[in-house]
C-alpha cells in the first residue's frame, strides 16, 4: 500500500514537472515560443495573433497584456525589465524609448528590410542618435467631433478655420438654445494649445518644448500666449468652469447623447458615435490665424521592440512578427481590430468617411505635435498631469494663464 | 525516652516532606516551563508563515525603498544607479503639488476619523436593540463597504457630476434648483471625496464596535437601570468606557487607511480641480514611480512611513491613556 501510494506520489510529481517544463519551454512541440507583451487586451489582438501562427506554423506566441490605461503599461514594463521578465517582442511607448536603449533591451531595427515600409514622421519618432529602435506603423491625431444637426442651428456645417471664428460659432451655438457648444475633459484641458504651438515649432529648428527641455525657454515665455488665447473659452462664456469636474467618459457620454456640439476627439470616438446614431463628422482644430498651416496634437503610435538580449531562433521569429505586422495583410488586421490608422508607405488605409478632413489635414501631411516628446524623459508624465492641473486652475478662474505658465517652471525645476 | 528517641523521627518527617514537597515544585516549575516553552515554540510556528509574509512583502521593499532614495534607480537597471545623499528629500521639499497633497492628506484623514467613529458608534448601539427588520439594517450598512473605493469613485463621478444631467443635479433641476458644480469646486470637491469615504465606510465600522458591543455584560445595563440610570448615563458610562478597546482599533485602522488614500480620490476626481484633492501616494506614483524617479518615490514613502509611524504611535499612546485612566 505504501508502496502504491509512493508510486502515485512519484507520477504525478513527474507529470508536474512535466507541465511547468512545457511551460517554460521554448520548443517542447517543436514550435518556437516567442513572448509578447502589448498595451491593448487579447480579445482585439488575438485575430492579428491566429493571422501570423497560420502563415508561421512553427511559431507560437505567448500574449500577455496589463491592466490600465498607458500609464499603467508604462510602469509594469519598466517593472518587467527591473526583474528581468521583459517580453521577447513588446510595445515601446515613445515616452520610454530613451530609457530602453539607454538600458540596452531595445534592438537596433535600422537595417532590418520591414523598416523600408515605415512612414518617415513614425521612424523619425522612433529614433535615436540616428538608429531606429521600434517600429511603429500607426500614427493618431486629434480632431474637433462635431454633431451636425446642432451646428445646423447656427447656421454652420464645419468647424471654422481660426479659433476667433470658432469662438464666435459657440457663441452662436449658444444664441441658437444649445445649452452645451464645447466641453473639454479636465484630463484634455487645452488640447488645441498642441496644434498651435506644432505649428510655431516647424518654423523653428527646435521644437518649442524642446528650448524647454533644453532650458533655452520657459513655459512662462513660450506658452503664456498660447493659454490666454484658450482662456478665451471662459471669458467669452462658451465654456464653463464644470470641465474641471468631467471625465473623459462624461464628455463623450455628453455628445453621443446629441446634448454637446463640438468635443476633442479622434478616430477611436468613431464607432461609439456611430451607435449612438449620431449625425456626425470630425473637423479640423481651428488655428489662432488666418493661413497658418493646420497641426493638430496627435504623434506616431507606440512601436514593437525586440528585446536585445535574444538570440537564435527567438529573434528569427520576433524578426518574422514584426515582418507580418507591418505587413499589408497585418497592417489592415491592425486597423479592424485595434481602431488604429495606419501610416505606413506600403498601405493606404480605407479612412471612415467621417475622419476624412483630419486624416488629409493632419496624418497625410504629419502635421502632428505631441508637447511631452520636447521635455526630459524623467519627469514628462509628472509635467503633463500638471499642466491639466494648473489648466483646471485657470478655467475655475484661481489663477491666470501666467501665473499657471510660471508653475509650470516651478513644477519642471522639481524635476530636473 | 521514647518521646526523645521519636522526636528525631517525627521531625525527619515533616523535613523530607518539605524536600519532597519542594522537589515537586521543581519538577511542576520544570514542567510548566517546558509547557511554556512548547507553547511559545507553537506559538511561534503559527507565526512564522505570518512572519515570512511580512518581512518578503513590507520589511525587505521598506529597506530597498531606503536605498533607493539615496540614488537616482530610475526603475530599469539599479546597476546604473548613482548614490546621489539627501538629494531626493530635499527635492520633495521644494515641490508645492506634494505640499497640497499632503494637506488634503490631513484633511481627509482627520475628517473621515472623526466622522466615521462619531456616527459608527450611536450607529452600532442602534444596531445593537432588537427592532423589525435589524439583520436587513446591519447587512445593508455592512454592504456599503463591500466595493472597492476605485469602483465606488468612477460611479459617484456620474452621481456627482457638475453637469445638470448628473444623477444629484437632475433631482436638484426637478426641485428648481440650478445644477451644483459638485466635483469642479475644490470645496465641494473636497466634501464629496470625504463624504464618499464615510458612506463608504461607516458600516464596516459599526460592525466592529457592534462585535464589541454585544461582548458587555448585560447585567451592566440592568444593575444601572435599577439604579435609574437614563439611557444617555447608560451610553456614557458604560458603553463608552467599554467601547475604548473598539475604537482604539478602529481609530488605527481609519489613521492609517486615510494616510495612505489613493483609489478613491483619483477615480473620483483624478486630485482635482487643480491640485484640490490631490494626495501622497497620488504624488509617490505620479511625481516618482510614474515618472521612472524611483529615487524621488522612495524618498517620498520613506518621508511619508516615517510620519504616518510618528501619528499612529501617538495615537496608540493617547489610546492607552484614556483606557488606563477609564480602568
Keep these: ?416 | 525516652m521514647i518521646s526523645a528517641s521519636v522526636s528525631p523521627k517525627a521531625g525527619a518527617a515533616p523535613a523530607r516532606a518539605i524536600g519532597l514537597d519542594r522537589n515537586l515544585e521543581a519538577i511542576h516549575a520544570k514542567d510548566r516551563k517546558r509547557r511554556n516553552l512548547m507553547e511559545n515554540l507553537t506559538s511561534v510556528r503559527f507565526l512564522l508563515p505570518l512572519l515570512a509574509v511580512y518581512i518578503v512583502i513590507v520589511l525587505i521593499p521598506f529597506l530597498q525603498s531606503i536605498v533607493f532614495s539615496l540614488t537616482d534607480y530610475d526603475g530599469y537597471d539599479f546597476a546604473n544607479a548613482k548614490f546621489v545623499g539627501i538629494a531626493n528629500y530635499q527635492a520633495i521639499f521644494q515641490d508645492q503639488t506634494l505640499l497640497a497633497g499632503l494637506g488634503f492628506t490631513l484633511l481627509y484623514t482627520i475628517a473621515t476619523t472623526v466622522l466615521i467613529t462619531a456616527i459608527a458608534l450611536p450607529l452600532a448601539v442602534t444596531l445593537n436593540r432588537k427592532f423589525f427588520g435589524r439583520n436587513f439594517a446591519r447587512s445593508l450598512f455592512f454592504f456599503f463597504s463591500v466595493p472597492s473605493m476605485a469602483v465606488l469613485g468612477l460611479v459617484w463621478q456620474y452621481i456627482f457630476s457638475p453637469l445638470g444631467t448628473g444623477a444629484v443635479n437632475t433631482v436638484l433641476g426637478k426641485l428648481g434648483i440650478s445644477p451644483v458644480p459638485w466635483l469642479s469646486d475644490p470645496t465641494l470637491a473636497k466634501f464629496c471625496v470625504i463624504f464618499i469615504a464615510v458612506w463608504a465606510q461607516v458600516g464596516w465600522h459599526a460592525t466592529l464596535y457592534l462585535a464589541y458591543l454585544q461582548a458587555i455584560p448585560a447585567d451592566l445595563y440592568e444593575q444601572a437601570s435599577v439604579d435609574g440610570a437614563t439611557r444617555g448615563q447608560q451610553f456614557v458610562h458604560i458603553t463608552l468606557p467599554q467601547m475604548v478597546p473598539a475604537m482604539g482599533v478602529s481609530i488605527f485602522m481609519l489613521l492609517t487607511g486615510g494616510l495612505k488614500v489613493y483609489d478613491l480620490p483619483f477615480t473620483l476626481t483624478t486630485g482635482g480641480p487643480g491640485n484640490a484633492t490631490y494626495t501622497v501616494t497620488q504624488s509617490i506614483i505620479v511625481t516618482g514611480i510614474g515618472s521612472g524617479r524611483y529615487g524621488v518615490g522612495s524618498a517620498l514613502g520613506v518621508m511619508f512611513f516615517l510620519c504616518c509611524v510618528i501619528l499612529v504611535a501617538l495615537q496608540q499612546i493617547v489610546t492607552s491613556l484614556i483606557e488606563k485612566r477609564l480602568s
Excluded at chain 1, 471662459?234 to 454637446?260: C, K, N, P, W, Y
Excluded at chain 1, 504629419?366 to 478655467?395: C, D, H, I, K, M
Design chain 1, 1 to 416: 500500500m505504501k508502496s502504491l501510494k509512493s508510486l502515485i506520489g512519484a507520477g504525478v510529481a513527474v507529470a508536474m514537472i512535466a507541465s511547468l517544463a512545457a511551460c517554460g519551454s521554448s520548443s517542447a512541440s517543436g514550435k518556437t515560443e516567442l513572448s509578447f507583451f502589448a498595451n491593448n487586451t487579447q480579445d482585439l489582438y488575438q485575430p492579428i495573433i491566429d493571422a501570423f501562427e497560420k502563415k508561421n506554423p512553427d511559431i507560437k506566441i505567448k500574449f500577455s497584456t496589463t491592466n490600465g490605461a498607458q500609464a499603467g503599461y508604462q510602469q509594469t514594463l519598466q517593472t518587467r525589465i527591473s526583474g528581468g521578465q521583459l517580453a521577447d517582442v513588446y510595445v515601446a511607448p515613445p515616452e520610454q524609448l530613451n530609457d530602453l536603449v539607454k538600458n540596452g533591451v531595445a534592438k537596433d531595427l535600422t537595417d532590418e528590410s520591414f523598416m523600408d515600409r515605415i512612414g518617415d514622421t513614425n521612424k523619425a519618432q522612433s529614433t535615436i542618435d540616428g538608429k531606429v529602435y521600434s517600429m511603429s506603423v500607426t500614427a493618431w491625431t486629434n480632431a474637433y467631433a462635431y454633431n451636425k444637426d446642432l451646428l445646423a442651428k447656427a447656421g454652420y456645417d464645419t468647424i471654422p478655420e481660426t479659433w476667433d471664428e470658432f469662438i464666435d460659432m459657440l457663441k452662436a451655438l449658444k444664441d441658437a438654445g444649445v445649452d452645451k457648444p464645447y466641453l473639454e475633459p479636465k484630463a484634455g484641458l487645452g488640447a488645441l494649445v498642441e496644434g498651435w504651438i506644432g505649428y510655431d515649432s516647424s518654423k523653428q529648428s527646435k521644437s518649442i518644448d524642446q528650448q524647454i527641455g533644453d532650458g533655452d525657454s520657459t513655459f512662462a515665455k513660450s506658452y503664456t500666449k498660447y493659454y490666454k488665447e484658450w482662456a478665451k473659452l471662459f471669458s467669452a462664456g462658451v465654456m464653463g468652469s464644470e470641465v474641471t469636474g468631467l471625465a473623459d467618459d462624461q464628455v463623450r457620454s455628453e455628445f453621443a447623447a446629441g446634448r454637446l456640439a463640438v468635443m476633442p476627439s479622434g478616430y477611436w470616438d468613431v464607432k461609439t458615435f456611430k451607435d449612438a446614431g449620431l449625425n456626425f463628422a470630425f473637423g479640423r482644430m481651428p488655428m489662432l490665424h488666418k493661413g497658418d498651416t493646420p497641426f493638430a496634437p496627435g504623434s506616431a503610435d507606440s512601436g514593437y521592440a525586440i528585446n536585445a538580449k535574444i538570440s537564435g531562433k527567438k529573434l528569427e521569429a520576433a524578426e518574422s512578427f514584426l515582418d507580418f505586422l507591418s505587413s499589408e495583410e497585418g497592417l489592415k488586421l491592425i486597423q479592424d481590430n485595434l481602431g488604429l490608422i495606419p501610416a505606413t508607405k506600403n498601405y493606404t488605409p480605407d479612412i471612415d468617411k467621417t475622419f476624412t478632413e483630419p486624416y488629409d489635414l493632419y496624418l497625410k501631411t504629419g502635421n502632428v505635435y505631441l508637447n511631452t516628446l520636447g521635455w526630459p524623459t524623467s519627469g514628462r508624465s509628472a509635467l503633463r498631469a500638471e499642466t491639466f492641473a494648473q489648466l483646471q486652475q485657470v478655467a475655475l478662474g484661481s489663477i491666470t494663464p501666467a501665473q499657471a505658465t510660471a508653475n509650470l517652471d516651478t513644477k519642471l525645476k522639481t524635476l530636473s
